[in-house]
Structure formats: C-alpha cells, structure tokens
C-alpha cells in the first residue's frame, strides 16, 4: 500500500467538469494497493497518516497533526502509484492490485478514516478524474507499507 500525502490550503476532484470531492485546509491523500495488502497494513497506515505531524504549530514548526487541527481529508484511488518503469518507456502497472479488490480495500481505508473522526471526500473509484489542490509548503510525503 502507498500513500502519496500533499499538505493542502484546498484541494478538489472532479468528474466530467462536475466537482464531486472538494475540501478546505488538511491533506490530498492518493493511495494505491498492490496484491499482498491486508486490513492490518491500511489500519497501520490510517494510524500513521492521522497522527502524522506536518503542520505548523504556533511557531511555525511542523508539530501538529491532521486529529489536531481538525483538518479534512481528500481521498483519491491512484494505480499509478505501482507504475514500475524499470524496462522501457511505458510503464506496467502489473503491480498495482485489480480493480474489484483495490476498491474493497480504498472503502475500507476511507471508512477508517471516517472512524477515526476524520472528514473525508473523495474522488470516483476507476473514474477519469481531474484533481487539484494548492499544496501548502509545499509539503509532499510518501507512505508505504
């Protein structure tokens, strides 16, 4: 499993020029599944990524976390992020865990969140989406289990 993370002022995720997933200050989180993830490593990662401190306290030192600012969180499905382009120029994605599976395991991983008191919007699972954000830092983490 891996999570890109972006610190954000905003961020949206539209459909087809209809936004469907939009929030204020707090994190774009795209995350990507391959075929060994479990429940144990999305618990493990949920855990991680809600206590992860990367934003400011009041002296501007990354010391808080998104539980503590009361952030909110977009959830975008991204394969990609299995991209392997060790031969050639185009890139396979065998890596990245099928769709019927990936999805099963991103509701889990969003509904966790959502346990967790975590406000989260979301992108459409296998959509062709367009996703932006104002990066606030800017700020860029990669998380993997």
Known sequence: MRILVQR???AEVSVSGNTIGKIAYGMLVLVGFTD???EEQIDYLVDKLIHLR?????QGIMNRSLLEIQGELLSVSQFTL???TKKGRRPSYSKALNG????VLYEQFNQKLREAQIYVAT???????????????PVTIL???
């Open 8 to 10: 954000c002022q905003r």
């Open 36 to 38: 060994t993830d479990t």
């Open 54 to 58: 990367i934003f400011d306290d009041e």
């Open 82 to 84: 299995y991209a392997d």
């Open 100 to 103: 019927t599976k990936a999805k």
């Open 123 to 137: 992108g459409e699972f296998g959509a062709d989406m367009q996703v932006s954000l104002v990066n606030d830092g």
């Open 143 to 145: 998380l993997e289990r």
